[in-house]
């Protein structure tokens, strides 16, 4: 039996970590602006590390015990990321991509509920919970109209 050492010496060893290496090389930081981005690689990196932090968010904000403030700022960050995952997409597309947007809706965006009015702004997981929040999602009290003559000839 081969020690370690020999083990990792072996060529197959060293060629595949040169391979891995390879492959598995980030950009670097991510830029602030999707639009500064040139390589169509490095936005789809961009936008499956974004989706990998919004997959991460809305399962850390299903833990309704986190408290209200802990929530608030999950629920902030899981908005910001999408919005941000839509202009990397658009991006990807400028640079002659495939249009992720139809499919890419549905992954963590149904976890997420919209009230009317809100303009896109979502409730994940425990911050549907939280107050001045639920009234958000009660249907309005419908208010009776008082009938005048003309409505009742």
Known sequence: MARNEEKAQSMLNRWLSVKKDKYKKTPGR???????CTSLTDA????????REVV?????????????????????????LLREKKHWER???????RKHASASNKLAEDEGIAP??????????????????????????????????????
């Open 30 to 36: 991510r830029p602030f602006l999707a639009s500064e």
């Open 44 to 51: 789809e990196y961009w936008r499956s590390e974004i989706l």
């Open 56 to 80: 991460k968010d809305v399962a850390q904000i299903q833990n309704s015990s986190l408290g209200e403030y802990r929530i608030r700022e999950l629920n902030d960050r899981i908005n910001k």
């Open 91 to 97: 991006r990807i597309v400028e640079l002659g991509g």
């Open 116 to 153: 009317r009015g809100s303009r896109g702004y979502k409730y994940f997981g425990a911050a549907r919970k939280l107050p001045g929040v639920k009234g958000l999602f009660q249907p309005a009290a419908t208010q009776s109209r008082k009938r005048t003559r003309g409505d009742l000839a």
